[in-house]
């Protein structure tokens, strides 16, 4: 069992940047794929960035390949999304997930779900 929180998020102007954090609780958190998810109003949920368990491998999604970076830290059971350049389109509520096996990009395939923050991008 994984429990997530989010947090850092906030709302920012076309160009910056800001930096969200996942906390997990439970002791096997090197044990889990971590990834990053966003959700628009209207839209679905989408796949951002994800990162393997032990060898740190990271995967993103094209919108944000080259502004985002995903990284983990084991020693503290959390999981961070840096996010330069932000545009508008970035807007949504960013959620982080966890799973047992390695990376995927499908949201169903993810076992445990944080409750979400809410990142909005001014023009």
């Known amino acids: 069992q994984v429990h997530l929180v989010e947090s850092g998020g906030g709302l920012v102007q076309a160009g910056e940047a800001l930096k969200l954090s996942c906390a997990a609780s439970g002791r096997t958190f090197s044990s889990y794929t971590m990834g990053w998810f966003r959700q628009a109003p209207g839209k679905e949920r989408e796949f951002v960035a994800a990162?393997?368990?032990?060898?740190?491998?990271?995967n993103y999604a094209d919108s944000v390949k080259g502004r985002f970076t995903i990284s983990r830290d084991n020693t503290k059971n959390t999981v961070y999304l840096q996010m330069n350049s932000l545009k508008p389109e970035d807007t949504a509520v960013y959620y982080c997930?966890?799973?047992?096996?390695?990376?995927?990009?499908?949201?169903?395939?993810?076992?445990?779900w944080g409750q979400g923050t809410q990142v909005t991008v001014s023009s």
């Open positions: 997930a966890a799973r047992g096996g390695v990376q995927a990009l499908n949201p169903l395939l993810y076992d445990y």
């Open positions: 990162i393997s368990r032990s060898l740190g491998l990271t």
